[in-house]
């Protein structure tokens, strides 16, 4: 019995001892391996992680995990390993986003719960930017954000709590980085959610220019399943009578003489007018008139290509006409700045698909002018539809009056 009552009092000493020597000799790991952290912490976003200091992070991040793990840990000792383990989280998740980026953004939040506004400062900008490049790489890998309208709304709060011009730096970045993507129909999708959550901060702030740069993304980009505004000049100077369209399937392909893929599409867009016209489809040709596409270098085109031996049966219309008529063109409404671009349009006037791919166009116009798919509407429908279309003119006129100060 005494021998038991010995070893447990040696047990109730022993274990704060052994506790408070195992915190000694964690503490001064991540003493020996933060400085090496720190020096890159500055570099990252510019240049990778060396390998050194991935090293060093790495055994700053574990000593950190084992600390946490001891017991009568003060609040004091966690607040200060916290922060150092949010240093080694910044370079890992640099060299590693699979898997520290998720523990970067968990870190950030807990930092911000215990209110240390200049380490969150620096860690979120981090998450921030690491995130902006995972939700714009086209691949699959997964990450903590999942998708771009969470980290949208990420930056707006981040921008809110430290208000100046570096935040609005990293909103543009991010914006950029969308913009460049190669596949457009990516690009749209994310703009489609990020765009409309800028515009209202930037309306909020009263940064009324930076709003008015996003409208021509957000309306392009979110125009599936809303009506579009289609109109313009053809090459021999005459309006499109847009009511001519009711009730039809419309292909536009914004195109220019100088891009390869606009004219690759060419023989396969005959086809398919030829396929589906009498079924009601309508493709209107949008040349953009830049690069030098003015309106006699398309016309010499359009006289002297042919596809499959047949020449372009459908209406061209030219924006640098349209422009210089009544300054309303669909490539500033719906800012289209790179070529090609298709939308489909329903009988409804409502866009059912926005950057088809060719290759899906035929099954894509198959359903659409299909019996199945046809809209029949009664005559006050059809009164309010056009109606409706009308308005959408006019509105648009008088915005782009305004804007332009005529």
């Given at each position: 019995?005494?021998?038991?009552?010995?070893?447990?009092?040696?047990a109730?000493?022993?274990?704060?001892?052994?506790?408070?020597?195992?915190?000694?000799?964690?503490?001064?790991?991540?003493?020996?391996?933060?400085?090496?952290?720190l020096?890159?912490?500055?570099?990252?976003?510019?240049?990778p992680?060396t390998?050194?200091?991935?090293?060093?992070?790495?055994?700053?991040?574990?000593?950190?995990?084992?600390?946490?793990?001891?017991?009568?840990?003060?609040?004091?000792?966690?607040?200060?390993?916290?922060?150092?383990?949010?240093?080694?989280?910044?370079?890992?998740?640099?060299?590693d986003?699979?898997?520290?980026?998720?523990?970067?953004?968990?870190?950030?939040?807990?930092?911000?719960?215990?209110?240390?506004?200049?380490?969150?400062k620096?860690?979120?900008?981090?998450?921030?930017?690491?995130?902006?490049?995972?939700?714009?790489?086209?691949?699959?890998?997964?990450?903590?954000?999942?998708?771009?309208?969470?980290l949208?709304?990420?930056?707006?709060?981040?921008?809110?709590?430290?208000?100046g011009?570096?935040?609005?730096?990293?909103?543009?970045?991010?914006?950029?980085?969308?913009?460049?993507?190669?596949?457009?129909?990516?690009?749209?999708?994310?703009?489609?959610?990020?765009?409309?959550?800028?515009?209202?901060?930037?309306?909020?702030?009263?940064?009324?220019?930076?709003?008015?740069?996003?409208?021509?993304?957000?309306?392009?980009?979110?125009?599936?399943?809303?009506?579009?505004?289609?109109?313009?000049?053809?090459?021999?100077?005459?309006?499109?009578?847009?009511?001519?369209?009711?009730?039809?399937?419309?292909?536009?392909?914004?195109?220019?003489?100088?891009?390869?893929?606009?004219?690759?599409?060419?023989?396969?867009?005959?086809?398919?007018?030829?396929?589906?016209?009498?079924?009601?489809?309508?493709?209107?040709?949008?040349?953009?008139?830049?690069?030098?596409?003015?309106?006699?270098?398309?016309?010499?085109?359009?006289?002297?290509?042919?596809?499959?031996?047949?020449?372009?049966?459908?209406?061209?219309?030219?924006?640098?006409?349209?422009?210089?008529?009544?300054?309303?063109?669909?490539?500033?409404?719906?800012?289209?700045?790179?070529?090609?671009?298709?939308?489909?349009?329903?009988?409804?006037?409502?866009?059912?698909?926005?950057?088809?791919l060719?290759?899906?166009?035929?099954?894509?116009?198959?359903?659409?002018?299909?019996?199945?798919?046809?809209?029949?509407?009664?005559?006050?429908?059809?009164?309010?539809?056009?109606?409706?279309?009308?308005?959408?003119?006019?509105?648009?006129?008088?915005?782009?009056?305004?804007?332009?100060?005529?």
């Amino acid at each position: 019995m005494r021998n038991l009552f010995w070893t447990c009092t040696l047990a109730l000493v022993c274990t704060p001892l052994a506790s408070a020597q195992d915190f000694a000799a964690l503490q001064a790991i991540i003493n020996e391996n933060i400085p090496a952290t720190l020096q890159m912490v500055p570099e990252l976003g510019r240049k990778p992680p060396t390998q050194e200091s991935i090293d060093a992070s790495k055994a700053v991040y574990e000593a950190a995990a084992k600390i946490y793990a001891l017991p009568d840990l003060t609040a004091e000792d966690q607040q200060r390993v916290l922060q150092r383990e949010a240093a080694a989280l910044m370079v890992l998740a640099y060299a590693d986003s699979q898997t520290y980026f998720p523990k970067l953004t968990l870190i950030s939040d807990e930092l911000e719960k215990r209110g240390l506004p200049k380490i969150v400062k620096e860690t979120e900008k981090h998450v921030l930017g690491i995130g902006g490049t995972l939700v714009t790489n086209t691949g699959n890998g997964s990450t903590t954000i999942g998708n771009v309208e969470p980290l949208a709304e990420r930056m707006i709060m981040y921008a809110e709590q430290f208000p100046g011009a570096e935040s609005l730096q990293i909103i543009d970045i991010f914006l950029q980085r969308i913009r460049s993507m190669n596949n457009a129909a990516h690009r749209d999708r994310r703009l489609a959610l990020a765009a409309p959550i800028f515009q209202k901060y930037y309306q909020k702030i009263n940064h009324s220019a930076r709003a008015l740069a996003l409208e021509p993304d957000i309306m392009r980009a979110t125009l599936p399943g809303q009506p579009m505004f289609i109109t313009g000049v053809d090459i021999n100077g005459q309006d499109l009578d847009w009511q001519s369209l009711n009730d039809k399937v419309v292909l536009l392909q914004f195109w220019g003489t100088w891009c390869a893929h606009c004219k690759e599409e060419m023989p396969e867009l005959v086809a398919l007018y030829e396929k589906y016209h009498d079924a009601g489809l309508e493709i209107i040709g949008v040349n953009t008139g830049v690069k030098g596409d003015d309106v006699n270098k398309v016309k010499q085109f359009l006289d002297t290509q042919s596809f499959g031996g047949k020449r372009i049966p459908w209406t061209i219309l030219h924006e640098g006409l349209g422009q210089s008529k009544n300054n309303t063109t669909m490539t500033k409404i719906y800012g289209i700045d790179e070529l090609p671009v298709l939308i489909l349009v329903g009988r409804n006037g409502k866009v059912l698909n926005l950057h088809p791919l060719p290759a899906t166009l035929d099954n894509l116009i198959g359903d659409a002018t299909s019996i199945f798919a046809t809209v029949e509407l009664t005559e006050e429908e059809k009164k309010q539809r056009d109606e409706a279309i009308k308005k959408q003119h006019e509105a648009i006129d008088e915005q782009i009056k305004k804007d332009l100060s005529l």
